[in-house]
């Protein structure tokens, strides 16, 4: 289209919306200015998805409307804090921030036991609580709540929409921004488009990929990996009427048909409601999976950012301080290409996960140290979100190229870790569980709580010391730390879940328990391993906090020389931040010649003691070392 055509599109469009949006003087002069500034790029992105349907300028134009109307619903307070946020796009790289995890019934019973912790969250002192899938979902079978009903309503167990926005607002001015998944591959087979759809709706039937024969379907499944062998093989399962619909998880989350403008635009009207319930950051669960195009694995495809870029574009629009975290479990190279101002601001740091858990195994950082030195400095504007470990399984997604570069066998390494993890290795401290072990591909994964991962089964202090170890990591190297709240009391394994409804074919829940009452009440008690856990953790969020190094994700790395003991750098004005993280069960040994680009006395930011360079380093089992020092000039 050329300049002119663009002007007189771009015109229609702004009619459209002030006519229809109803939009009054300084509401329209706000509005208008976002138009201004964020409308062109939804334009390009909308059109290099969907241009080629006729169709496409009618769904633009209905979906701007959506736009203007969610943003004049705003409330004045979310309106403020889209304003602040404006002013300061990167406040999420400071190093105060702190990130929680939980589910809302099985830590608090409901929202507002939810809130009833938030005294607790200060004293912990986060800034961020991600609450597990919150939505109405079908009983008992709903993936922890990732198969999702309808987006406008509160589970009934948990409580309301109302509550859900008084929290939000309450959690805000606590200072703590509240984070919810925003599910959007796919609904529950119970949503109303999908029960639309199988009734045979042919409206509905567009909003997912449903065929009427095993042609198509055998057709993507021949290039598409297995994500939940053990609910069902391949991609599709198979309707009433004969007709078969893509699941790529469980049989009941059917994959929605983004090729279709429409289903864009309807769950961008999801989206912006829960935006405007006061909601800060979405967790974009799966994004690897939301473009499907035949002859491809149909994960990580172009037009998959290219929908998540269209979705950043609305908020910009609609819900200015609205951010993402994207969610992508996949090879390293394809963790980094989701991660830009334009598309998720935060991601999950699978690969630093999965390797602070081999280092735990092997004793050596090798991995963890190149990983470190080459996948993890990111754009400007963006940031991690690190963490042990999630409500997910932990998978080794490492990349085979970097692991065969340091002499590893990606396929034989992983194996090894599977069985160390799960307790078949001798010497294993591990007490983790396999998931979705498929005998077809020799792929498995596995479950276990960070506690009974590290051996607090068999040798609590040496696992207190190893989830410290675990910590220090995440919270030094650069990005949101983010903890499975109860991993701070060193909750074990539940394996209670065998015997629930909904779970029992899913060991995930082993990591999922209930509020670890007693472990909590132990955390003020040195005494037990709960309470040297807790009050060491305490020490060191307290020294993060006040740790201008650690802000921001930038990272230098540092070879120490030794294979058990990890270094990197954390940079500041006139100092850095040496962290040095020994895996081994001895004491190490760093050199006086590794560290002699450093002034010859640091500074330990855990106990404020001077530490003198000249001889050397030593470090105890399992321990770390946060060091300021200055560089020689
Ligand atoms: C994400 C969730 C996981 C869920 C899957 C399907 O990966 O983290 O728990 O099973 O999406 O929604
Ligand atoms: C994620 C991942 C998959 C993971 C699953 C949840 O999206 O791609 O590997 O195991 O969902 O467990």
């Known amino acids: 289209m050329d300049d002119q055509n663009l002007d007189s599109v771009f015109t229609r469009v702004r009619d459209v919306v002030r006519s229809d949006a109803d939009l009054d003087g300084p509401s329209w002069v706000d509005y208008n200015r976002r138009f201004d500034t964020h409308f062109p790029e939804l334009y390009r992105l909308f059109e290099l998805l969907y241009g080629d349907r006729d169709d496409w300028l009618d769904q633009l134009t209905r979906l701007v409307l959506l736009t203007a109307r969610s943003w004049v619903s705003r409330t004045p307070e979310q309106k403020l804090i889209d304003e602040e946020q404006e002013r300061e796009p990167t406040w999420f790289l400071s190093e105060e921030m702190l990130g929680g995890v939980c589910y809302v019934d099985r830590y608090a019973g409901n929202l507002d036991g939810v809130r009833k912790r938030i005294p607790y969250f200060k004293e912990l002192g986060l800034t961020y609580l991600h609450l597990m899938p919150l939505f109405l979902a079908p009983e008992p079978h709903s993936d922890g709540g990732y198969a999702v009903s309808s987006y406008r309503e509160v589970n009934p167990d948990l409580g309301t929409m109302a509550e859900l926005r008084e929290l939000a607002a309450e959690l805000r001015s606590e200072g703590i921004s509240l984070v919810v998944d925003f599910i959007f591959n796919h609904t529950s087979n119970e949503h109303i488009w999908a029960r639309k759809a199988a009734q045979g709706d042919p409206h509905y039937s567009n909003y997912y990929w449903i065929f009427p024969d095993r042609t198509m379907p055998d057709a993507f499944e021949a290039h598409a990996r297995e994500i939940f062998p053990d609910d069902h093989p391949g991609s599709f399962v198979q309707l009433e009427d004969g007709r078969w619909v893509w699941a790529t998880f469980h049989s009941y989350q059917w994959d929605l048909n983004y090729s279709n403008p429409e289903v864009f635009r309807a769950m961008a009207e ?22 499907k195009e035949l ?47 334009g598309e998720c601001q935060l991601s999950y740091n699978p690969l630093q996960m999965a390797l602070i858990w081999n280092s735990m195994a092997t004793r050596d950082v090798s991995l963890l140290s ?34 065969a570069e340091l002499g590893i066998n990606g396929f034989e390494h992983r194996r090894f870790l599977n069985s160390f993890y799960v307790n078949r290795f001798a010497g294993s401290f591990a007490h983790g569980v396999p998931f979705q072990d498929n005998p077809k591909t020799g792929d498995c994964r596995i479950s276990g709580t960070t506690a009974s991962l590290l051996g607090m089964e068999q040798e609590p202090a040496a696992a207190v010391e190893r989830i410290m170890l675990a910590h220090s990591i995440i919270l030094s190297t650069g990005g949101v730390p983010l903890i499975y709240l109860g991993d701070e009391v060193a909750q074990e394994n539940d394996y209670a879940y065998a015997g629930e409804a909904g779970h029992e074919a899913d060991s995930r829940w082993v990591h999922r328990p209930r509020y670890p009452a007693e472990s909590y009440a132990r955390r003020a008690d040195s005494t037990t391993p709960q309470g040297t856990l807790y009050s060491g953790l305490k020490v060191l969020l307290s020294v993060r906090t006040a740790t201008p190094e650690f802000a921001g994700t ?37 050199s006086a010649e590794t560290l002699s680009g450093f002034n010859p006395t640091g500074v330990n930011l855990v106990t404020g003691k001077r530490v003198g360079l000249e001889v050397g380093i030593q470090l105890a089992p399992r321990s770390f070392l946060w060091l300021r020092v200055a560089l020689t000039s």
């Open 270 to 291: 999801e989206m912006l409601f829960l935006a405007n319930q006061g909601i800060g950051i979405l967790r974009m669960d799966a994004v690897a999976f939301i473009w």
């Open 295 to 341: 002859g491809t694995s149909c994960e990580n495809l172009p037009q998959a950012h290219l929908l998540l870029q269209a979705f950043n574009a609305v908020c910009r629009l609609a819900a200015p301080s609205l951010l993402f975290k994207s969610e992508a479990i996949v090879h390293p190279d394809q963790v980094a290409e989701y991660i830009a101002p």
């Open 370 to 403: 190149q990983a470190l030195e080459r996948r993890h400095n990111l754009p400007e504007g963006t940031s991690w979100v690190n963490y042990v470990r999630s409500h997910d399984d932990i998978g080794w997604t490492f990349a085979d190229e970097d692991a």
């Open 554 to 590: 930038h990272l230098i790395d540092f070879f120490t020389g030794n294979r058990h003991v990890l270094g990197y750098q954390r940079p500041g004005d006139t100092t850095v931040v040496l962290v040095l993280a020994n895996f081994a069960d001895d004491s190490q040994t760093i």
